[in-house]
């Protein structure tokens, strides 16, 4: 299929991807790979509220319509939340659009995808199976009329490109673009980060085993002397955490609480970027900063950074990387 030309009416397309953080990250290069190739195509996306700020980073993203599951859950009874239910599933059938892409495939997203609207001869398009240790739900299938099978073991960036590749019929041929701002030196910082090059430990996770020791962090952290590591935290036990390894770095420094806005400045400005297999680390990884992603209880065929010599990888599920593997790692990327 070519791109268009001022012949044809442009595409317009929404893609339902809500979460998690990670996830909605690794879905982000489906946008570019559908405008080279339809460079009119109007995109929307379907996401869950907390990520509207990375989705919005993506200049060729038209509408973005936050979902709000996660907050609706906990009142539904109450008559205002029916009512934002009611409005987002309003907004969602303002449009009607020529292909809906669900790349989760969930019930919660598959609903998403039965209740958008499309054109006559249009195509809902989604999973035909998940990958390995997804948690993909076959039923999800009932909401598309068109399922796109992959490899069990296809990488999180490549699965969405290759769904969206095969419905539109053009081939994924080039590296991931995740349509992310480039660094600018000019922009304005704010009072927590530093002027000078900062390290940045993403050193949180919500599942123990996935964790890299709290010795290995300080360890590295001596020797990346004198250089500032800036410690972010997302709960108070991932803050607590930080405090442990502050107390221990005298060139650490736990950050205040930030948005998620704010987590990704840290990220997009960092000098060098060290963390577990978390969004966050990937983040820092499209973004290109220079990273080091360290697998500890996860598979690393999965979520890797394999787009740019700026990003090395280390570990796998059951064999965490020693200090002196991500010391060396870092150094080679501040050389």
């Given at each position: 299929m070519t791109a268009q030309t001022g012949g044809r009416k442009p595409l317009n397309i929404l893609l339902v991807r809500v979460s998690s953080l990670g996830d909605v990250l690794h879905n982000l290069p489906m946008v570019a790979d559908i405008a080279r190739h339809f460079p009119d195509a109007n995109i929307d996306w379907v996401v869950e509220e907390g990520y509207v700020s990375l989705v919005r980073l993506n200049a060729r993203v038209r509408t973005i319509i936050p979902f709000a599951?996660?907050?609706?859950?906990?009142?539904?009874?109450?008559?205002?939340?029916?009512?934002?239910?009611?409005?987002f599933f309003r907004t969602l059938r303002e449009q009607q659009y020529d292909y809906v892409f669900d790349t989760q495939g969930l019930l919660k997203t598959g609903i998403i995808m039965g209740a958008a609207r499309v054109v006559k001869g249009g195509r809902k398009v989604g999973?035909?199976?998940?990958?390995?240790?997804?948690?993909?739900?076959?039923?999800?299938?009932i909401f598309h009329n068109l399922s796109i099978p992959t490899d069990p073991r296809t990488h999180a960036v490549a699965r969405g490109r290759l769904v969206a590749g095969a419905a539109l019929g053009y081939a994924v041929d080039t590296p991931a673009d995740f349509g992310l701002p480039e660094v600018s030196a000019s922009e304005p910082r704010p009072d927590w980060m530093p002027a000078e090059p900062y390290a940045v430990y993403f050193h949180g996770t919500a599942r123990a085993p996935k964790k890299w020791a709290p010795e290995n962090w300080i360890a590295l952290g001596r020797?990346?002397?004198?250089?500032?590591?800036?410690?972010?935290?997302?709960?108070?036990?991932?803050?607590a955490e930080a405090e442990v390894l502050a107390a221990s770095l005298p060139n650490a420094r736990v950050l205040p609480k930030l948005s998620?806005?704010?987590?990704?400045?840290?990220?997009?400005?960092?000098?060098?970027?060290?963390?577990?297999?978390?969004?966050?680390?990937?983040?820092?990884?499209?973004?290109?900063?220079?990273?080091?992603?360290?697998?500890?209880?996860?598979?690393?065929?999965?979520?890797?950074?394999?787009?740019?010599?700026?990003i090395i990888n280390l570990g796998d599920r059951g064999t965490p990387p020693s200090v002196a593997e991500v010391l060396a790692a870092a150094r080679s990327l501040l050389a």
């Open positions: 599951l996660r907050r609706w859950r906990k009142s539904l009874g109450k008559p205002e939340t029916r009512a934002e239910i009611k409005s999973l035909a199976n998940g990958s390995e240790g997804s948690g993909y739900e076959g039923v999800s299938r020797e990346l002397a004198p250089m500032p590591i800036l410690l972010p935290w997302g709960s108070p036990k991932e803050k998620m806005a704010d987590a990704m400045l840290l990220a997009r400005h960092a000098g060098l970027v060290i963390g577990v297999d978390t969004g966050l680390t990937h983040i820092a990884a499209a973004f290109v900063r220079p990273t080091v992603e360290i697998y500890a209880d996860s598979p690393r065929w999965k979520t890797e950074g394999n787009w740019s010599p700026r």
